[in-house]
T-cell receptor
């Protein structure tokens, strides 16, 4: 499987500010995804980020709140904008790698908004 | 969109016994069904998956079965060990050669192995 890293691993932010989370993969991958996992809950897909095209957002998530960049095949960023306490979550990137469909997750970014 | 239901939410079994976790999905277009294990504070780890052209798949002590007609799939863990204690998530996705939709997850099952 691919080696996936995320920065920062955790952060505490003030409401109204923005945080950009980075996801780096050690090999080129076509498909990258961003998920949110609220405390004690399951994972929810935020958006799909493919290189060379606009990100595709799931219902309930909008580009103005969660802008995504995918400048190349090994890197993506997710920005959480104008944060509120409800945005406190773990944000995980994943990549599709290896046999078709297998997704592997990064270590996550634990965000606390005060 | 896809909806995945997972049961039970908590499962406690004696060490050495078997554990079964069940999931149902709603979208008949889904064709890829992975299972993830997540230990506290760690990332989800892919443990086994199955595609819609297969009815069953085994990997040592774990197995997954799929019933496409009924739209349900199950995870079976035999000879459970303390290190099997974790939260397990099922997921579903429609995957094609052109790409994937992204995973829809069940709510998770907290598996507790009693010594």
């Amino acid at each position: 499987s691919a080696v996936i890293s995320q920065k920062p691993s955790r952060d505490i932010c003030q409401r109204g500010t923005s945080l950009t989370i980075q996801c780096q993969v050690d090999s080129q991958v076509t498909m990258m995804f961003w998920y949110r996992q609220q405390p004690g809950q399951s994972l929810t897909l935020i958006a799909t980020a493919n290189q060379g095209s606009e990100a595709t957002y799931e219902s309930g998530f909008v580009i103005d709140k969660f802008p995504i960049s995918r400048p190349n095949l090994t890197f993506s960023t997710l920005t959480v904008s104008n944060m509120s306490p409800e945005d406190s979550s773990i944000y995980l990137c994943s990549v599709e790698h290896g046999r078709a469909g297998e997704q592997y997750f990064g270590p996550g970014t634990r965000l606390t908004v005060t | 969109g896809e909806n995945v239901e997972q049961h039970p939410s908590t499962l406690s079994v004696q060490e050495g016994d078997s554990a079964v976790i069940k999931c149902t999905y709603s979208d008949s277009a889904s064709n890829y069904f992975p299972w993830y294990k997540q230990e506290l504070g760690k990332r989800p780890q892919l443990i086994i998956d199955i595609r819609s052209n297969v009815g069953e798949k085994k990997d040592q002590r774990i197995a997954v079965t799929l019933n496409k007609t009924a739209k349900h799939f199950s995870l079976h863990i035999t000879e459970t060990q303390p290190e099997d204690s974790a939260v397990y998530f099922c997921a579903a996705e429609m995957y094609s050669g052109g790409g994937a939709d992204g995973l829809t997850f069940g709510k998770g099952t907290h598996l507790i192995i009693q010594p």
